[in-house]
């Protein structure tokens, strides 16, 4: 299964993809798309649509996985970050590829194994889990690796434990 990982962001969006065979990981790619402050949202908007649109038609990933919308003390950020998860969603149903949204909380659990874990420690599981040389940056980009890991498991949990049920999909 390739899982395409996205941390949403207008200032920087980061994205990871990788293979989930087995219980092995290989990780294909993974960097940042960065939109300038000074452009219009919606201009900002169109650059992360089209690179998700690139990643889409270049890896074909089979699922499509994004950290869900959290609510943040600064609404100005939660708007923020609404806009662009709207894109990469948009771009996802487009192309007919199932998303699944984690909380952060999720991704801290699948990948620490402790939903409170500190973002260095979950930045430190990534490179040792993913069996990277050092650890992604900027911390976007760790995110969004850390999110392809929390799919593949929990993906991969829900299908035996839901293994039979035909509402599940999993037949």
């Known amino acids: 299964m390739i899982i395409l990982g996205v941390d949403p962001g207008t200032a920087i969006t980061g994205y990871g993809i990788t293979e989930f065979r087995g219980n092995r990981f290989k990780v294909i790619d993974y960097d940042k798309i960065i939109t300038a402050a000074d452009l219009p949202l919606a201009s900002r908007l169109k650059i992360i649509y089209a690179k998700i649109e690139e990643l889409l038609n270049k890896f074909q990933p089979d699922h ?3 950290e869900e919308l959290f609510f ?3 609404i100005r950020t939660a708007l ?3 806009h662009a ?3 990469v969603l948009l771009a996802a149903a487009n192309h007919n590829i199932p998303t699944f949204e984690y909380t952060p909380l999720q991704v801290k659990q699948a990948v ?3 939903g ?3 973002k260095k420690q979950v930045q430190e599981m990534v490179r040792i889990i993913l069996n990277l040389g050092k650890v992604p940056k ?3 980009v760790a995110d969004a690796l850390a999110i392809t890991i929390c799919h593949a498991h929990s993906f991969k949990l829900n299908k035996i434990t839901l293994k039979g049920d035909k509402d ?3 037949y």
């Open 85 to 87: 998860r709207g894109v």
């Open 138 to 140: 900027p911390d976007d």
């Open 80 to 82: 923020s970050v609404g």
């Open 72 to 74: 943040n003390k600064n």
């Open 112 to 114: 620490v194994g402790y």
């Open 116 to 118: 409170r874990a500190e």
């Open 168 to 170: 599940a999909g999993f």
């Open 64 to 66: 499509l996985a994004i």
